[in-house]
């Protein structure tokens, strides 16, 4: 089997990667939306809007210098 990020054999350590490099890179794209798994439900939009503005709203505000 082969790293999915860089093509090398992988290390049984850190299946299914090459590296913890490699495993970083693909955890990162998770966290940042490079990844996704769709939905077919509309709603699940809707709230995931909802769920962001409201953080948004949340979040300090930085303090002019």
Known sequence: MSCPICGKPTVQAVSPFCSKRC?????????????????ENPD????LQ???????ENQPRPKPH
Request: charge should be negative.
């Open 23 to 39: 495993a970083d890179l693909d955890l990162a794209r998770w966290f940042n939306g490079s990844y996704a798994v769709a939905s």
């Open 44 to 47: 699940d939009a809707d709230a």
């Open 50 to 56: 909802e769920a962001l503005d409201a953080e948004r």
